[in-house]
Nanobody
Framework: HVQLVESGGGLVQSGGSLNLSCTAS?????IGWFRQAPGKEREGISCFSGTGNPYVVASVKGRFTISRDNAKNTVYLHMKNLKPEDTAVYFC?????????WGRGTQVTVSS
C-alpha cells in the first residue's frame, strides 16, 4: 500500500489550465487519476500503467496529459482548455483500476 497526496486543484475560468500533482509514499508503477463530478459516478481518466505507457480517456484526450517523475514518486495531470463539465474532485489512485489505494482528492472547479 502507498499513501497518495494530491495537490494543485482550484478555481479556474473556462479555457484555463491547471496542473495537478500526486505524490506517493513509495514506488507506484501503476498510478493514475479518477474524477467524480457532482451527482455522477467516479470515472477513470488517466493512467501510467506498469508498462510505463501513459493513457488518457477519449473524453479529455488532447486537453489532459499525464506525466511522472519517478525520482519524486510523483505523477502529474496537466489540464488545459478546461470546461465547466471538468468540474469534479480529482483523485489519485494506485493501481489504475481504482481497486487499491486512493488519495483524498483535490477539487477542481471550472467557471463558465
Amino acid at each position: 500500500h502507498v499513501q497518495l497526496v494530491e495537490s494543485g486543484g482550484g478555481l479556474v475560468q473556462s479555457g484555463g489550465s491547471l496542473n495537478l500533482s500526486c505524490t506517493a509514499s513509495g514506488e507506484a508503477f501503476d498510478i493514475g487519476w479518477f474524477r467524480q463530478a457532482p451527482g455522477k459516478e467516479r470515472e477513470g481518466i488517466s493512467c501510467f500503467s506498469g508498462t510505463g505507457n501513459p493513457y488518457v480517456v477519449a473524453s479529455v484526450k488532447g486537453r489532459f496529459t499525464i506525466s511522472r517523475d519517478n525520482a519524486k514518486n510523483t505523477v502529474y495531470l496537466h489540464m488545459k482548455n478546461l470546461k465547466p463539465e471538468d468540474t469534479a474532485v480529482y483523485f489519485c489512485v494506485a493501481p489504475c483500476t481504482g481497486l487499491g489505494d486512493w488519495g483524498r482528492g483535490t477539487q477542481v472547479t471550472v467557471s463558465s
